[in-house]
């Protein structure tokens, strides 16, 4: 088992290594040039801009700008900025254009709002989806199964912003079901207020998000119902719920793994329309705005961060893999 943990972690550093020169070599090689966001709005001349590359070393050979970089991440580094010299602590992922900040404490500081709504939305999304595909498994063929399923496929007909913000506007802004949505720290605002400005955005995007879980637990599960341990159970007298529950349960939780796992992290990596509708500035959102505002260096964390998650959460699944089934260990 420690062998094969060593391998999945190996095998996501080196995946993080080639994603980070990669994304190092998009955005500061790119078709936008680093030094433009230090020009003044009247622009910049040749020699104005040679120079501001000459303090941001950015007429370094690129493996040597790379390699400061990773330095940062991991020892720190220090920033020139003009005729200041900045200390960036581990880890380093440089300084904002536009807010002149370091960018790992500022993102920091974001990363709460978005790991709240992901969290709350996966309690929701997983507890209604496998319910309602394990409901439906069960009752396969019956008018219930049908019109579960069948309302599983409408709502995820439906692009998801439309439903975050059908839900906004009618049952927060018109109806007044839901108190007024937004981020409120629960260490300075308590959980009570916490959990209200976030409860509507739980709602909408588990709900929305359930519908793929219901769909893919209603066919695992009905794969599982019908293996020869399952039968050779019910055979033995077993109950049909103790046998869907105990049994058949387990085997079809496995595929449902895999894309929890994956959804996890697009929801750390920054739910955008969920933040932009329901005002919670957490990272989807600051990415948007960095992206319009031009300011490289929190585009490129945020894009480092969403590959992070990604090779973390697979790293997880496939520890839960070799947990529920010992097999793939080999």
């Excluded at 595929?255 to 957490?282: C, M, N, R, W």
Aim: a positive charge; hydrophobic letters at 50%; proline letters at 5%.
């Amino acid at each position: 088992m420690f062998g094969y943990i060593v391998r999945r972690v190996i095998a996501g550093l080196l995946v993080l290594l080639v994603i980070s020169f990669g994304v190092y070599l998009f955005f500061y090689y790119g078709p936008t040039d680093p030094a433009m966001a230090y020009c003044p709005k009247a622009g910049c001349s040749g020699e104005d801009l040679a120079r501001i590359r000459d303090n941001l070393g950015l007429d370094e050979p690129v493996l040597q700008q790379y390699g400061e970089y990773l330095k940062g991440i991991f020892v720190g580094r220090d920033i020139t900025n003009g005729a200041n010299v900045i200390h960036c602590g581990a880890p380093c992922l440089g300084r904002s254009f536009k807010y002149s900040v370091m960018v790992t404490p500022y993102l920091w500081d974001l990363f709460p709002a978005t790991l709240s709504i992901a969290l709350g939305s996966a309690v929701v999304f997983l507890t209604i989806g496998v319910t309602i595909g394990v409901i439906s498994a069960r009752k396969r063929g019956t008018a219930l199964d049908r019109g579960l399923v069948g309302t599983a496929m409408l709502v995820t007909a439906m692009p998801y912003y439309l439903v975050a913000l059908l839900a906004f506007l009618y049952l927060f802004s018109s109806w007044g079901l839901f108190p007024e949505p937004g981020y409120y720290p629960i260490t300075e605002d308590g959980p009570v207020a916490w959990f209200k400005g976030l409860l509507l955005p739980w709602l909408a995007l588990g709900l929305f998000t359930s519908t793929a879980y219901a769909r893919y637990s209603r066919g695992s599960m009905i794969e599982a119902l019908g293996e020869d341990y399952v039968r050779t159970a019910r055979a033995k007298g077993l109950r049909d719920r103790t046998v869907a529950l105990k049994h058949g349960l387990r085997a079809a939780v496995v595929p449902v793994v895999t894309i929890f796992g994956l959804d996890f992290a697009a929801i750390l990596a920054g739910t955008i329309f969920t933040e932009k509708i329901f005002q919670v500035h957490g990272l989807g959102l600051q990415a948007l705005e960095s992206i319009r505002n031009q300011d490289l260096p929190i585009v490129s964390a945020t894009v480092l961060f969403a590959a992070a998650c990604v090779v973390l959460m697979n790293i997880l699944v496939d520890l839960a893999y070799a947990v529920l089934d010992p097999r793939v260990r080999l």
